[in-house]
């Protein structure tokens, strides 16, 4: 997989206890890697990062992006030589709450991590991501590109715009010829097994479900293009690839990640699917209105640059990712996690095979 570039290399991942940063932690031991995590404590109670037990199977750095001499540090002492940064502050409504510790993480966090790439010699290539909502959003329907316009109505939205162009701003002042091969990465609405996070879809109706209430959502007739976890992790690797490989096409760009095109199903749609994985789950929902927190109600990326440069396409659709989202929640909640570790490898490896299947070029 992915040229074999990943074997017995140093890979570290900040943000490593989220959603996103826990399964691609998961996926680079698998490919051989020698991983590292610089991150805060688990966002959540219970965690993914936590079930997998990465604590034991990787170096675990504890610390805030927003504290430059501490992200150094760890660093300077663990020598990576692919970094992929996943830290952020990642909910939209959080972000009202306190917009200030969003931007910090955001795009302060960025910053750091761009100064930090300056000062170590032994890093190569980095891929840091961002989100589809970096883009000023004008409700369109067809998919934004990425030399569309960047901005944000909403706090986090915007800390993800900032972010992208602070990235652009040390791509051309720093890394224009010069090591590390840099990039960015955009995608959204991603769903799979381990996320608890509030405010997200998924995890609210598993925690209902769990509790026998209803379903409480913002706008069940909101359309995203839904994608499992999986999906742009394999984007992110397959650029972190080219990125080390010295791919001067992928150097100081950006790419959107984002699933078959058909892929554009409501709120609804998704919770209505999610019910045939879960006993006694019911599909109705409450509409929790709040008009004093925009957020947009359609949002698509296109996604052919990836397909051009990278050779990187999504594998699943609709169906088979709330499939695989169902069925890991089911082995947690029914197996009472004994299983989990080996459930996390085998959608890993399941999603590899329908990949090569599909004779995507990062499956060599």
């Known amino acids: 997989m992915f040229e074999n570039i990943y074997h017995d290399r140093r890979v570290l991942v900040t943000g490593h206890t989220g959603f996103k940063g826990s399964w691609i932690s998961s996926w680079l031991l698998d490919l051989g890697a020698a991983v590292a995590g610089f991150s805060t404590n688990a966002p959540t109670k219970p965690s993914h990062f936590e079930v997998l037990r990465l604590t034991d199977r990787i170096e675990h750095f504890e610390g805030d992006v927003r504290n430059k001499r501490s992200l150094q540090k760890a660093i300077d002492k663990f020598c990576p030589e692919i970094v992929f940064h996943f830290a952020a502050q990642s909910l939209v409504r959080k ?65 993800k715009a900032c972010a992208e162009l602070i990235s652009k701003v040390y791509m051309e002042s720093f890394f224009k010829e010069n090591r590390p091969n840099i990039a960015t990465a955009r995608a959204g609405n ?77 709120v609804g749609d998704l919770i209505s699917e999610m019910t045939q994985y879960w006993l006694g789950a019911e599909s109705k929902v409450q509409q929790d209105i709040d008009f004093s927190k925009s957020e947009s109600t359609l949002l698509k990326l296109n996604c052919e640059k990836s397909h051009q440069f990278l050779q990187w396409r999504a594998v699943l659709n609709f169906s088979e990712t709330v499939r695989m989202t169902g069925e890991w929640y089911q082995v947690f909640y029914n197996e009472k996690q004994t299983s989990i570790i080996e459930t996390t490898s085998k ?18």
């Open 95 to 159: 972000s009202y709450e306190d917009p200030v510790l969003t931007f910090e993480t955001n795009s302060t966090g960025t910053l750091n991590l761009l100064e930090c790439l300056r000062n170590q010699p032994s890093i190569k290539a980095a891929v840091l991501i961002t989100s589809d909502k970096c883009y000023e959003n004008v409700e369109w329907l067809w998919g934004y590109r990425e030399n569309d316009r960047l901005g944000g109505k909403d706090p986090y939205s915007a800390s």
């Open 190 to 266: 991603v769903i799979g097994g381990g996320d608890w996070a509030s405010d997200r879809i998924i995890p609210d109706c598993v925690r209902a479900w769990s509790e026998k209430k209803p379903v409480i959502t913002r706008n069940p007739k909101a359309t995203r293009p839904w994608q499992h976890v999986l999906e742009p992790l394999s984007g992110y690797l397959t650029l972190g690839q080219k990125l080390f490989s010295g791919n001067s096409i992928c150097k100081n760009q950006s790419f959107n990640f984002g699933p078959q095109e058909k892929v554009n199903q409501s």
């Open 347 to 364: 959608q890993i490896q399941e999603y590899t095979e329908k990949a090569t299947q599909s004779n995507l070029a990062w499956t060599q």
